[in-house]
């Protein structure tokens, strides 16, 4: 697998960023998550945390680090490691959203400024699958990778003071999921019933950096169905293993 | 327990804050200014970790329900209880029905309340700092009650107290360290960095403070990496945001500049049209 030539800076008193190449890349996201799982799997006391996003890591302390240039070349003798095998298995989920205009409140609008109608709008969205990148913005937020050319879209001129927990967007190169509700710029396509924040679980977001998504078209009677049987905690989110 | 009288501008349960989560979005919140917290945990001996009552601005009342030992540190609001003036930086005995009063601020903008054994309210992800979307409220209200433990004062050991430096409030020099893209700058945006006098605008809260000055930029956004609280970002409009406790766990400005730990807490102590300086500090 090919290696990168990465920087490293101390970003404050208590963290270490490590930068890729400035480029949302599939083969970028596979380094940066290994090189994670190698860290990860080292157990340093000292460390309290490593965020990854599209092209950096980073790593952040418990306490000021006395000495970076130390700190630092452990960190890339730990790079050479070989890549740790044993990890938290990647998955594809399929996740529904319903698409009908109650929810999708923006479809028209795309639709008639950029001449795709509604229906390819819907096929376009749901005929891709996504990569999660990472996690951010909101506390399960995802930073999906993959959404087609056709539907890049600026974001709105005025952002939205409330967009509603579940709604589907699209914000420029970018979609994904309000995990909560949120003010938000993102044009609405559709709402999930799907929960992708929930402290009730153990882990409370089921997709993880490297997984997959994919969007699964609902009626508005399934998305109520799907609604209750979230909220009874009875709806079980159908994936697959993915080996890439 | 504590009733909520009246909650004053913004009141929240702090603690240390939440760490490891960041995988999840979550940001890390816990106690704006964390000397000051660290601080009022101290002279009761308590644990670091300890919840405390974040009162922002003053104006709050609280009725003990139960006898206990407390403390106040950070901010002056000139605290009183039953209507008696209380010294801030040591150990007050409280009893049952007595009613601690913060009024306006004489110094400073947040202060810290903290009980002998600390709050005892719920802990979400290990921490019991509050947040909004991760514990169920985001700041105290009128009538609400919170869990304490309930103490003998005649437990209270010293009533010495502690001296704090003014500087800790009225300090004028923000000190910092290069962020990540600092070097994008060029040599006329960095003088006006070191140069201009910063005031903070009304857009001011636990997440982020916004300036009101404007440093000429065409820098852009960049791809979404993780910033940290006292990170200051250069938004495409040129206004500086300087990130707090509760900010996100990601972003995509120019991380421009990194405030100390120490300036944080001095920071958390400013408010709307308070000014500073930045002062370029070396790393190591």
Known sequence: ?244 | MIKVLSPGFFTSVQDEGRFGYGKFGVPTSGAMDRYSAKLANHILSNKDNDALLEITLGRCNLLFNSQAIISISGADFSPEINNQKVRLNTSIAIHQGDILTFNKPTYGVRCYLAVKGGFQTEVVLNSRSFYEGITRQNRVKKNDELAIKSYDFSLIKSVSSVKVQPSHFKCTTIEVYTGPEYNLLNDIQKEQFSKTLFTISKENSRMGYRLQEHIENDLGSLLTSAVLPGTVQLTPSGKLIILMRDCQVTGGYPRILQLTESSINNLAQKTTGDTFTFKIVPLN
């Open chain 1, 1 to 244: 697998m090919k290696s990168y030539n990465l920087t490293y800076k101390q970003y404050g008193e208590r963290a270490i960023l490590i930068n890729w190449p400035s480029k949302i890349e599939e083969n970028i996201l596979k380094d940066i998550i290994n090189y994670k799982n190698k860290i990860v799997n080292y157990n340093i006391k000292s460390i309290v945390e490593v965020i990854n996003t599209y092209n950096s890591l980073t790593i952040i302390y418990t306490t000021t680090i006395d000495n970076i240039y130390s700190e630092i070349s452990n960190l890339k003798s730990i790079y050479k490691k070989p890549t740790i095998n044993k990890h938290d298995q990647n998955y594809c989920w399929d996740v529904p959203v319903c698409y009908d205009q109650e929810f999708g409140f923006d479809l028209q609008e795309i639709s008639d400024v950029n001449g795709i109608p509604i229906d390819e709008i819907i096929e376009l969205h749901t005929g891709s699958i996504y990569r999660v990148f990472f996690i951010g913005f909101l506390p399960g937020f995802l930073y999906l990778g993959g959404l087609p050319k056709r539907l890049h879209l600026k974001r709105r001129s005025t952002p939205r003071l409330m967009v509603e927990k579940g709604s589907v967007g699209i914000g420029g190169t970018q979609t994904g999921v309000y995990s909560m509700q949120s003010a938000g710029g993102w044009n609405i396509i559709g709402k999930s019933p799907v929960s992708f924040f929930d402290l009730s679980k153990e882990k409370p977001c089921f997709a993880k950096a490297g997984d997959k998504i994919k969007f699964v078209p609902i009626s508005i009677n399934e998305f109520k169905k799907i609604q209750v049987e979230v909220a009874i905690n009875f709806y079980k989110l159908r994936n697959q293993v993915i080996n890439d």
